[in-house]
């Protein structure tokens, strides 16, 4: 079965190129094209192989929060040529990501383990357990790292810092909540929990634009409502509809990304669970059957159907 592990295209007009964990970005002098790869990375690492369809579930997810929540913040998404593919707006990123938090879960579950009670600055109350659903949703904001670990920092730390000025930073707060209200009532509907998520934002001519992904496994925590209290009450893990299993399963094999260890070995069979699991979060999310696209020729089909949105 053939995967999408990177692309080296060189489109009419482009004028850069940029790799990122999993996507691979094509700058024109007006607009972005964006590829999903099958690449997955976890603990800010790409790992060794690639996951069939998991491009085409990210872009095509993000595809359908974007278009639903249009009426919230404009977004960067102009057009979808390709399974794999986004065609956009070229936007000036803001250099840190909001993450919002319904549920004490992930990495904030790890760091209230720990001992700690302030995550950016946002003070936890005590007694939480792990997965319990937080007071109110909380933004706890990380900075945008091109390589490495993307880092925890607080709101007043980024004014501080003159990251972003206070009157934007206010705007990416009511836009980030406001999303996250709105991806709640999305996910309740298909029988989910949003548990929490990032949303990445970009400028272009003075105007705020949502980029990037929105409400994909890569970037969003989901639980299954049915069982969700059972198994607070009773201690058990929430199944989850993330990739947070393969964090998991990494750290169960001696792997969180730290300096001297190595990624397990990822057996053909684990791979194809990796991918159903994707294609089962996308069915379940967006209430839509996955089409698997043509996957023999996945490279000549992204050119074609690219460069053809392009010159028209």
């Known amino acids: 079965m053939q995967t999408l592990t990177q692309t080296n295209f060189q489109f009419p007009n482009q004028t850069g190129f940029y790799r990122g964990k999993v996507r691979d970005v094509y700058s024109f002098e007006n607009c972005v094209v964006m590829i999903a790869s099958d690449r997955i990375s976890a603990f800010d690492v790409i790992l060794p192989r690639a996951i069939p369809y998991k491009g085409q579930v990210l872009n095509q997810i993000a595809e359908h929060f974007l278009r639903a929540t249009a009426d919230i913040v404009p977004n960067w998404l102009l057009e979808v040529p390709d399974p794999n593919a986004s065609l956009g707006k070229k936007c000036d990123t803001y250099p840190v990501e909001m993450v919002v938090r319904g549920y004490l879960a992930g990495h904030a579950a790890r760091e209230y383990k720990a001992g700690k009670r302030t995550l950016c600055g946002v003070t936890l109350p005590e007694g939480l357990k792990e997965n319990d659903k937080l007071p109110t949703p909380i933004i706890t904001p990380t900075t945008k790292a091109h390589e490495g670990h993307d880092e925890d920092i607080s709101r007043e730390d980024i004014l501080a810092k003159g990251i972003v000025s206070e009157a934007e930073y206010t705007q990416l707060e009511k836009y980030a909540l406001a999303l996250f209200a709105r991806g709640t009532e999305m996910a309740a509907q298909q029988g989910l929990i949003l548990v929490d998520t990032k949303y990445e934002f970009g400028s272009n001519n003075g105007t705020i634009y949502l980029i990037d992904e929105v409400h994909t496994p890569d970037s969003s925590r989901y639980f299954y409502a049915d069982v969700y209290e059972e198994n607070q009450q009773k201690g058990i893990q ?56 043509e996957s023999q020729n996945i490279l000549a089909r992204i050119e074609e159907n690219v460069t053809r949105s392009l010159t028209l």
């Open 238 to 293: 929430q199944k989850q509809l993330s990739k947070e299993f393969v964090r998991e399963w990494l750290i169960a094999n001696g792997f969180q990304g730290k300096e001297g260890q190595v990624v397990p070995e990822m057996s053909d069979e684990w791979i194809l669970q990796i991918s159903a699991r994707y294609i089962e979060l996308y069915e379940k999310v967006t209430g839509k059957p996955f089409i698997k696209s």
